[in-house]
């Protein structure tokens, strides 16, 4: 191959036109790239290498690795990441719905219907504050100011149609950032914020409907349970018989049965103190839950939990492990086939089923807390050790509704062609079957396309919400990945350590992507 | 005719059902907002009441912000635009300038180092973050704004953006260009760009929020409270005049009105730059 001299102009002037670009991106990206992986491997310190002490910087090998897996702590900083995520399918489900409240029709008939609709909502409007009024709610300020908002948005919506409430949908997600949390944070005050405020007299009156019914509340919780088993059997079923139709692949459907065992074997961590301990690892977290009898809360259904549990995963993994290697009865097709349902369907199959066995836990849970003296308490919100991260997980799925997913579904569900939804109208489709066979088939790309987006980003979240909401606590249980990496590099100089911890992160989001490279594609051509 | 009114009166009934969810979630979404904007007015003592509302508006809680010792708000706010400015012009400058080399210009191992450019957008961005923090240092750049500005300059994501954008400018364009004898810098400065304003607009608004909300590298790099943007600057105000809680939410509230304001006025752009940024991914 010949260099010609119009080569090297065209390569001159390429690179003269990228130069500004890429002299950042060598000394931005490039080299701290190489100086990280190289950090990782030593004992790169602050306190040690500053401006006033620089002793020679040691090579250690894998030992931060070492360090970094015998860390009792780590554990639970790892799975606080995946449990962060536990957020992902219900904050994609709120957008989903959004985007198909937004795209139903909103102006349909001619102008003058609008203006009846219009004339009519206002008089209901003005007709409720005069009942208000009449009845001596509207003397509070507080129905005032609800009443005024939920119509303001009302009438405002109505007239001004899916502009209007995209731009409120989205609003919280536009201003996420630490303003937001700050105000989260003031909302979650145990002792007065809004929230708290607005619970207690609810609870107060469901005391002694708890206490009514509280006999009953194991049994409630072993229900739920038995529910959780059988979606898990019915889920199974499913999945073997995708499998059997030639749908999926061997892959997929051991993906599948592994995403849906998740939740019954994790059911010990809630309801078996040796498992507790595990996940509490810090000695003053064991202390203090040891003091108040915490640890030992469920030991007595322990037993029978692990028994049902253990039931249903032998019937599920029976039957799987029967069909596909002993019956073999099967189409067979390519392994990886199916594997997005498998990551889709089976993962939001497996969240649900972990707030099943939650639910269970909360049945068992509130008789004590009905019976205590001053009857049900609201929570202490981020202050509290279990409940923080569901707090956050809240605060979340609040900012995930509206976010940009919702307008990539939007985007998606003007795209499905219209002729699928007339042929299903004449078929005489409900509108259920024309969501499942339809709607959610044709958008099953973006879905795919953000649950790894969302991945991705889960892998490495957590930070900004852990540093202005927790710290990081109580007792570490919001510490994800990132704010330890921000914490051992930042707060205490340990340079090497954090460059270690991140690149255990990039091999998870490398995994994630790969996944993504490999079976994103065929899953959008399927 | 009995039909019709049916019709009529199904269709009014399926509206007015979908403006009452419609309505009751944006209520939801929105509440928050509306306890921060209340409770902004209120005497510290009120904040705890039952009652959202305060008794008289206290507006000059919203002018004692600026005048609270250790809160430097106004600096904050300006040291924010400013950072922010800068970091948006250099990054869409250099992104565009390099898109325009990857989208449209030929030149030998062109797309391998495109490709390097897009493999990089997948590393977690803490990866880099603490060698260039030990960059900074070496370079006495912390505690600084070039500190601030320089690292978030280049971007591999506004190139990919920009160059996914050029791809779509006609070709054709360039050739008659080339006829009439224009240089390479005319057919950038002069043609693509001009054409590829709606990217450029796309971007820049992304950046500016990006940077703006942006809290992990300020918060590493700057040490000297009046240098601080307004993320750090906040959190800055929680941990040591957290108590005044109306105070807080009056800065609170503060700091959103320009992500409001630019969301309103950019709406439209910014919808379309989230499909070409994501669908495309």
């Known amino acids: 191959m010949a260099i010609s001299k119009k080569d090297i102009k065209e390569f001159a002037v390429g690179i003269g036109f990228l130069l500004p670009n890429i002299l950042g991106f060598l000394a931005f990206t490039v080299i701290p790239l190489v100086m990280s992986i190289y950090m990782a491997f030593t004992d790169w310190n602050l306190e040690m290498h500053n401006y006033f002490r620089s002793e020679p910087i040691t090579f250690v090998w894998f030992s931060n690795f070492v360090k970094l897996f015998s860390d009792p702590d780590f554990p639970q900083y790892f799975g606080n990441t995946f449990f962060m995520m536990i957020g992902i399918p219900f904050g994609v489900a709120g957008s989903l719905v959004a985007a198909l409240l937004l795209n139903m029709e909103f102006t349909r008939g001619d102008g003058k219907r609008k203006l009846v ?196 995963l032998g019937i599920g993994w029976g039957r799987f492990l029967y069909a596909v290697y002993i019956a073999k009865r099967g189409f067979k097709c390519v392994a990886d086939r199916g594997i997005g349902d498998s990551a889709i369907v089976d993962g939001s199959a497996m969240v649900l089923n972990m707030v099943l066995v939650g639910l269970c836990c909360v049945f068992w849970l509130l008789p004590e807390g009905a019976s205590a003296e001053a009857g049900l308490q609201p929570p202490k919100w981020i202050s509290d050790y279990y409940w923080a991260k569901p707090s956050l997980l809240i605060m979340g799925f609040w900012g995930a509704i509206g976010s940009n997913n919702m307008l990539l579904y939007l985007a998606g569900l003007s795209g499905v062609p219209q002729e699928l939804y007339e042929a299903a109208d004449i078929d005489g489709a409900s509108s259920w079957q024309r969501f499942w066979h339809i709607t959610w088939p044709q958008l099953a790309n973006v879905t795919f396309f953000i649950m790894v987006m969302s991945v991705i980003g889960g892998l490495q979240g957590g930070f900004d919400m852990a540093r202005v909401m927790t710290e990081g606590g109580p007792a570490g249980s919001t510490t994800t990945l990132a704010y330890y990496i921000y914490t051992q590099g930042f707060n205490t100089g340990r340079l090497g350590y954090a460059s270690a911890v991140s690149w255990l992160l990039f091999l998870m989001v490398f995994t994630v992507t790969m996944f993504n490279w490999k079976f994103g594609n065929r899953y959008t051509n399927e | 005719m009995q039909d019709k009114t049916t019709r009529f009166w199904g269709g009014f009934a399926k509206l007015v059902s979908l403006n009452v969810v419609l309505t009751l979630i944006a209520v939801l979404l929105v509440l928050p907002f509306t306890w921060m904007v209340l409770a902004s007015l209120k005497v510290l003592d009120e904040i705890g009441y039952d009652s959202w509302l305060p008794e008289v508006c206290q507006w000059h809680n919203y002018r004692d912000v600026f005048t609270m010792k250790g809160i430097f708000f106004g600096r904050w706010y300006w040291n924010t635009v400013f950072v922010s400015s800068w970091i948006t012009f250099l990054q869409v400058f250099t992104s565009s300038l390099a898109a325009f080399s990857f989208a449209r210009l030929r030149w ?144 609170v509230a503060m700091s959103v009105v320009p992500m409001i304001i630019i969301f309103v006025l950019m709406q439209k752009q910014l919808v379309k730059g989230i499909m070409l940024g994501g669908v495309k991914g």
């Open chain 1, 117 to 312: 609709v219009m004339m009519i909502l206002c008089a209901v409007m003005a007709a409720s504050f005069g009942l208000l009024a009449a009845l001596g709610l509207g003397a509070t300020g507080m129905t005032i100011l609800l009443v005024s908002l939920v119509g303001g948005v009302f009438v405002i919506g109505s007239i001004g149609g899916k502009t209007i409430y995209r731009t409120l949908f989205y609003f919280p997600y536009f201003t996420a950032g630490v303003a937001t949390f700050i105000l989260w944070k003031k909302l979650y005050n145990p002792l007065n914020g809004p929230i708290n405020n607005a619970l207690r007299p609810l609870l107060d009156a469901l005391t002694p409907v708890v206490i009514m019914i509280s006999p009953a509340c194991q049994a409630i919780g072993i229900v739920l349970l038995v529910i959780a088993g059988l979606f898990f059997l019915h889920m199974v079923r499913r999945k073997l018989r995708l499998w059997r139709d030639g749908e999926t692949g061997i892959i997929s459907v051991w993906l599948g049965m592994i995403l849906l065992s998740l939740p019954l074997v994790f059911c010990w961590s809630w309801v078996s103190p040796t498992w507790m301990h595990v996940i509490m690892n810090t000695p003053e977290m064991k202390a203090v839950a040891s003091a108040s009898g915490e640890l030992s809360f469920l030991s007595r259904d322990a037993k029978w939990t692990l028994l049902l549990m253990f039931l249903f």
């Open chain 2, 108 to 251: 030998k191992g062109r797309d391998n180092v495109f490709f390097l450019y897009l493999a990089t957008m997948m590393l977690p961005g803490l990866v880099m973050m603490i060698p260039n923090y030990q960059n900074m240092i070496l370079l006495g750049l912390v505690d600084s704004y070039a500190g601030l500005v320089i690292p978030a300059s280049f971007s591999a994501f506004g190139t990919f953006l920009m160059r996914q954008f050029m791809m779509n400018i006609p070709k054709s364009l360039d050739e008659a260009a080339e006829i009439d004898g224009a240089t390479k810098w005319q057919l950038y400065w002069d043609v693509v760009l001009p054409l590829a304003r709606p990217a450029l607009v796309t971007l820049t608004i992304f950046t500016f929020i990006g940077s703006y909300n942006n809290l992990f590298w300020p918060l590493v790099m700057m040490k000297t409270p009046d240098k601080y943007t307004l993320p750090i600057g906040m959190l800055s105000f929680q941990s040591s005049q957290g108590q005044q809680t109306n105070l807080l939410m009056a800065a």
